[in-house]
């Protein structure tokens, strides 16, 4: 009888341990979703990482000069210096 027993206390942790591997906590594709959503996750930090590089840029230029408060104001409200004329190209 402890002949019997040894084998399917065996193939019982097997079936355990098989089942763990796919339907589990740290299965397979639940391992497999997780890396894709880290994927997406650190491609998104590295798009806010840009746009906030280019935001200190551009707090940088509008604390030191003020050419691009010139440009801004040219191109957000349309704005032209004394003596210029504004010309309007519509695409």
Do not use: C
């Amino acid at each position: 009888m402890a002949n019997r027993f040894v084998p399917a206390a065996l193939i019982a942790l097997l079936v355990i341990l098989h089942g763990q591997l796919w339907f589990g906590r740290g299965s397979v594709p639940n391992v497999s979703k997780l890396t894709g959503q880290l994927d997406a996750q650190i491609q998104n930090n590295i798009l806010a990482v840009q746009a906030n590089e280019r935001l200190m840029a551009e707090i940088s230029d509008l604390r030191e000069g003020l050419e691009i408060v010139e440009e801004k104001a040219r191109t957000e409200l349309g704005m032209v210096k004394a003596n210029e004329i504004y010309v309007q190209i519509a695409r």
